[in-house]
């Protein structure tokens, strides 16, 4: 039986930010709902118990399903390692931050910054992202092993400087998307705003509308790609389909950026307008 | 024992464990990924003199990793090392030169040998990796396989390689002998044999259209050769050396069977015997050494007649046949 935690109506002042790094299967497994209820939730600098913000149902066998919008509340998920997190709502900011292992997946839209420094595991966002989606965390790469999901859009830099793995927005990326890209393979199935890949130096940007890459992208002629088969098999069974005939469709590959190695490629399936 | 009036003698196979690997090859139509299968499982016959033993399994994949037509190769050596080097070899020389081709793994297994990752260097420094990775599987199910592919460029794009091939223990060596009344009936019953062995997963007929005309016994009055041809099984050597062969038989051909398993490699001998009885078929034998060197026997009867006996062989039973 699956943990389940119900906001509670609220009853502290708005605006103050709250930490809930407590929200993480690893934190709540293996103990009981008492102890559940008294591990803290930083508000603003209090730490208030999270029996008095959630009632507290069920055993905590790996699975927790959180119900509520939790749009003021950051770093839901931070830091897991393993087991699943459901939140039926939204998250706010740096949801799924560090996590490394496990499966977090938010119903509603997420905050910025999540994903930030993820090593492993899987983001689910069920809408959209706001900016720096999968951004690094400061000093270090970006993503490095683990895969992010987003069916809606995504704000401004999402993947920036991403090391290895995979980020895949099935709406619109704003712009910067893909910047110092490093590795790792980013998929936008929207519009994709200005800039991306810029600074790049290796990986690979997959795009399925028309886009006109910087100027420091080489194009490399058009042709079938069939590694993308494999991306749009495994996309399709995590829910996000990539266009029908992906798979086996024709691509325009830019390489770039060239003030950067020139090892990255964007991949075009629309001729450029 | 007899089916459709051919004696099935009481006899045994004897097969052997070897390792074994199974790949896709895919390509933009089927016939170009026959062709790069066909060429890569070329002069494999035998681990004696050709490294391993290969060749196109008959059922095509149902899906490929990459969507496109292809057909899967199973390959078989000695041990986990020589198999590497043959696939290595192989695949680098008749599939990534072939046009439009990639090559997958296609048989997940906690044992792997590289492949792509030797086959990369190729790429000079220009190949690049793309990794689905655990935590996309975790994502998207069991029906989502966590693998490494290189993309390896090449004049008309890109060859796509698995980085490493899974490997398991198999059965090579599963086989039967046709012993026919005349030429032409043999050879039609064995043709009849290696159609219905095709319709049956997880086997491989390694020699040339199935079929050995050349089977050997162990030894030879010449002390380099490890084997010598099955003497008392060659119908113009009557009178000569002493014979296998009733009166009736004036030909004989073997049918050699390798295998994913040995539950594999016993329903293949059991189809193919069947398909071979018939009119012109005197009898159907099987190769053994005794029950010495192989691991796996392959009693005739009990496979045909599961009533007739345990699957497991009685050496002291064994017929004269040897291969």
């Given at each position: 039986m699956s943990l389940v935690l119900r906001r509670k109506p609220w009853r502290l002042p708005v605006g103050l930010p709250i930490d809930a790094a407590s929200l993480s299967p690893d934190r709540l497994a293996g103990i009981d709902r008492a102890e559940i209820g008294r591990l803290p939730v930083l508000v603003g600098r209090l730490a208030e118990p999270l029996g008095d913000l959630f009632s507290i149902e069920g055993e905590a066998d790996g699975d927790v399903v959180v119900e509520g919008d939790l749009a003021g509340f950051s770093r839901v998920g931070a830091g897991m390692t393993r087991g699943r997190l459901t939140v039926r709502g939204a998250v706010g900011s740096r949801a799924g931050s560090g996590m490394s292992g496990g499966v977090l997946a938010v119903e509603g839209d997420a905050g910025a910054r999540a994903g930030e420094g993820m090593r492993g595991g899987v983001l689910l966002v069920g809408g959209s992202a706001a900016a720096h989606l999968a951004a690094p965390l400061p000093g270090r790469a970006g993503l490095d092993r683990g895969t992010i999901i987003v069916r809606g859009s995504a704000g401004p830099m999402a993947a920036f400087r991403m090391r290895r793995g995979l980020v895949a927005i099935g709406g619109d990326a704003g712009p910067g998307a893909g910047t110092a890209l490093v590795a790792?393979?980013?998929?936008?199935?929207?519009?994709?705003?200005?800039?991306?890949?810029a600074l790049m130096r290796r990986g690979t940007i997959v795009l399925f509308r028309a886009y006109d890459p910087l100027p420091v992208f080489r194009s490399g002629g058009r042709r079938r790609f069939p590694f993308l088969s494999l991306y749009a098999d495994a996309l399709a069974a995590a829910g996000l389909p990539l266009p029908p005939g992906s798979g086996g469709a024709a691509y325009t590959r830019f390489t770039g950026d060239a003030s950067g190695g020139g090892r990255g490629e964007i991949l075009i399936r629309e001729e450029p307008s | 024992?007899?089916?459709?009036?051919?004696?099935?003698?009481?006899?045994?196979?004897?097969?052997?464990?070897?390792?074994?690997?199974?790949?896709?090859?895919?390509?933009?139509?089927?016939?170009?990924?026959?062709?790069?299968?066909?060429?890569?499982?070329?002069?494999?016959?035998?681990?004696?003199?050709?490294?391993?033993?290969?060749?196109?399994?008959?059922?095509?994949?149902?899906?490929?990793?990459?969507?496109?037509?292809?057909?899967?190769?199973?390959?078989?050596?000695?041990?986990?090392?020589?198999?590497?080097?043959?696939?290595?070899?192989?695949?680098?020389?008749?599939?990534?030169?072939?046009?439009?081709?990639?090559?997958?793994?296609?048989?997940?297994?906690?044992?792997?040998?590289?492949?792509?990752?030797?086959?990369?260097?190729?790429?000079?420094?220009?190949?690049?990796?793309?990794?689905?990775?655990?935590?996309?599987?975790?994502?998207?199910?069991?029906?989502?396989?966590?693998?490494?592919?290189?993309?390896?460029?090449?004049?008309?794009?890109?060859?796509?390689?698995?980085?490493?091939?899974?490997?398991?223990?198999?059965?090579?060596?599963?086989?039967?002998?046709?012993?026919?009344?005349?030429?032409?009936?043999?050879?039609?019953?064995?043709?009849?044999?290696?159609?219905?062995?095709?319709?049956?997963?997880?086997?491989?007929?390694?020699?040339?259209?199935?079929?050995?005309?050349?089977?050997?016994?162990?030894?030879?009055?010449?002390?380099?050769?490890?084997?010598?041809?099955?003497?008392?099984?060659?119908?113009?050597?009557?009178?000569?050396?002493?014979?296998?062969?009733?009166?009736?038989?004036?030909?004989?051909?073997?049918?050699?069977?390798?295998?994913?398993?040995?539950?594999?490699?016993?329903?293949?001998?059991?189809?193919?015997?069947?398909?071979?009885?018939?009119?012109?078929?005197?009898?159907?034998?099987?190769?053994?050494?005794?029950?010495?060197?192989?691991?796996?026997?392959?009693?005739?009867?009990?496979?045909?007649?599961?009533?007739?006996?345990?699957?497991?062989?009685?050496?002291?039973?064994?017929?004269p046949g040897g291969r």
């Open positions: 790792g393979s980013l998929f936008i199935l929207g519009s994709a705003g200005a800039g991306a890949g | 024992m007899r089916i459709e009036g051919t004696f099935i003698e009481e006899t045994y196979a004897e097969a052997f464990a070897l390792r074994a690997a199974r790949l896709v090859i895919t390509a933009d139509e089927e016939r170009l990924a026959r062709t790069a299968a066909t060429a890569m499982t070329g002069f494999a016959a035998s681990i004696i003199a050709c490294g391993c033993e290969a060749g196109l399994e008959g059922p095509g994949p149902a899906a490929t990793p990459d969507g496109r037509p292809g057909v899967r190769v199973l390959a078989f050596a000695r041990d986990a090392a020589v198999l590497q080097d043959q696939l290595v070899r192989r695949v680098g020389q008749c599939v990534m030169t072939a046009g439009t081709a990639s090559c997958f793994d296609d048989l997940p297994s906690a044992e792997s040998v590289r492949l792509g990752s030797m086959l990369r260097f190729f790429g000079d420094g220009l190949q690049t990796s793309k990794v689905i990775e655990p935590s996309l599987a975790l994502a998207g199910g069991e029906t989502v396989r966590p693998r490494r592919v290189w993309r390896i460029p090449v004049m008309d794009g890109e060859f796509v390689i698995d980085d490493r091939c899974g490997i398991v223990r198999a059965v090579a060596g599963g086989n039967f002998l046709i012993l026919g009344t005349s030429p032409r009936a043999t050879l039609a019953a064995a043709e009849r044999s290696v159609e219905a062995i095709r319709s049956i997963p997880g086997v491989i007929l390694p020699f040339p259209g199935g079929i050995v005309r050349s089977g050997s016994k162990v030894g030879s009055k010449y002390r380099a050769l490890p084997a010598s041809t099955n003497s008392p099984y060659c119908p113009t050597l009557r009178g000569q050396v002493a014979t296998a062969l009733p009166d009736e038989v004036d030909s004989v051909l073997e049918i050699v069977i390798d295998g994913l398993t040995r539950e594999d490699v016993g329903a293949a001998m059991a189809a193919g015997i069947r398909a071979a009885c018939g009119p012109g078929v005197a009898r159907i034998s099987a190769g053994n050494y005794g029950g010495r060197l192989g691991k796996h026997l392959f009693p005739l009867r009990p496979l045909l007649d599961p009533a007739a006996g345990p699957a497991g062989g009685d050496p002291a039973a064994a017929g």
